[in-house]
């Protein structure tokens, strides 16, 4: 490497310790990281290649490492570098989150899943699990793939509750397609998640929709209803029937919050 790069990444260095990011371009941004990958090189063209690729910053850190590893120039250890960025995020937010220990109240539950699993470019599933204070114990990674899978979902999940003597659940998952309205399959294993979970005392409070940088309810949609009756919370999911109906509904209501 020539001094004029040594020199350049040095500046780049002392420019972001004095200052943070503040300032940064997208393309300073990558190079930075890539500082660390890639030593004996010029990593200019490869941040602005990049960008050119995946078209903004997060798309890049974002992106699978096999995503990036297609793009020239970029190797494993680059493409992990790259990638670890957006996890590490992720988790930051997640750590966060669960520090708070604040009960789970629908705007919690929503910040927490969100945190959880946006930007994630394959479809995940968790179980949240709360103490009776309503509190966090866990997040349990339940699958990865798809929610169609539901008929092994059960068995995993009771496993993650009675491991953690969880007293309530969110379920949360991902669309990475950026459709937010719950699907037929979203309500179905909801359904039967929640005959599983009610066999085991254990309440269901929500399921969470993340998609596009937004999170959706089912409580909040109606698909989920928790009643009082005669001092017992009993929970209703929407049937399929019922479902697809509500769906319409949903479907409806947001496309018009987002004219």
């Known amino acids: 490497m020539g001094q004029e790069h040594a020199g350049h990444r040095q500046r780049m260095r002392e420019r972001y310790r004095q200052q943070g990011l503040q300032g940064f371009a997208p393309h300073e941004v990558l190079e930075l990281i890539l500082f660390y990958a890639i030593p004996q090189r010029n990593v200019n063209p490869l941040a602005h290649r990049l960008l050119d690729q995946f078209g903004s910053l997060h798309a890049v850190l974002d992106a699978s490492v096999e995503q990036l590893m297609q793009v020239e120039g970029v190797g494993e250890y680059a493409a992990t570098l790259l990638h670890l960025f957006s996890d590490v995020g992720r988790q930051l937010g997640v750590s966060r989150s669960s520090q708070e220990n604040a ?28 103490d009776s204070r309503m509190r966090l114990i866990r997040d349990v990674l339940i699958a990865k793939g798809s929610i169609d899978e539901v008929p092994t979902y059960p068995r995993i999940v009771a496993q993650a509750v009675l491991a953690c003597n969880a007293y309530a ?11 937010i309205v719950p699907s037929q399959p979203d309500l179905d294993a909801t359904s039967t998640l929640h005959n599983m979970l009610k066999t085991m005392n254990v309440r269901l409070v929500d399921h969470m929709v993340v998609a596009g940088g937004r999170v959706v309810s089912m409580v909040n949609l109606g698909l989920i209803v928790h009643e009082n009756k005669q001092n017992v919370l009993e929970t209703q999911v929407a049937d399929s029937a019922g479902g697809v109906m509500i769906r319409h509904r949903v479907r409806k209501q947001l496309e018009k919050e987002l004219e």
């Open 169 to 179: 659940v969110v379920l949360c998952h991902n669309h990475p397609g950026g459709d």
């Open 103 to 130: 009960p789970f109240d629908i705007g919690h539950a929503k910040k927490h899943c969100l945190n959880l699993l946006d930007g994630l470019t394959e479809e995940y599933f968790y179980v949240v699990c709360l």
